[in-house]
């Protein structure tokens, strides 16, 4: 995995959310495993833009591991999830990120809403 500053990888359980995940703030996270070799595999990258706590919590069992940022806006959220999108994402053709509806927000990285 290349730099992202996130925090982790933890367990993606109730119990280690709930210890991970201090507070009940905007942010950005990755959902993944990570392989025999130690590295950890990203499969999904999403983010909050008001309770990274219950979004994480909503994900339980559907992926092994998460690594997270707490972030001060949901615009920072929406920003540091289009990171993760072109830095992880963008070669498997997923959908790029979309912002808070009613914001005029662009992708720091492409034109897509320009």
């Given at each position: ?9 933890f ?30 595999i ?8 008001d309770?990274?706590?219950k ?45 808070l ?14």
């Amino acid at each position: 995995m290349s730099t992202t500053d996130l925090k982790g990888p933890f367990l993606l359980t109730a119990e280690k959310v709930k210890v991970a995940v201090t507070a009940a703030l905007p942010g950005a996270y990755v959902l993944g495993h990570t392989d025999d070799e130690g590295t950890f595999i990203v499969e999904k990258v999403g983010r909050s833009d008001d309770n990274l706590k219950k979004t994480l919590q909503d994900q339980v069992e559907c992926f092994s591991e998460f690594r997270f940022e707490h972030l001060h806006s949901a615009k920072a959220a929406f920003e540091k999830e289009c990171d993760l999108y072109h830095n992880f994402m963008v070669e498997m053709d997923y959908v790029h990120p979309t912002r808070l509806e009613g914001s005029y927000w662009k992708c720091p990285h492409c034109g897509v809403f320009d």
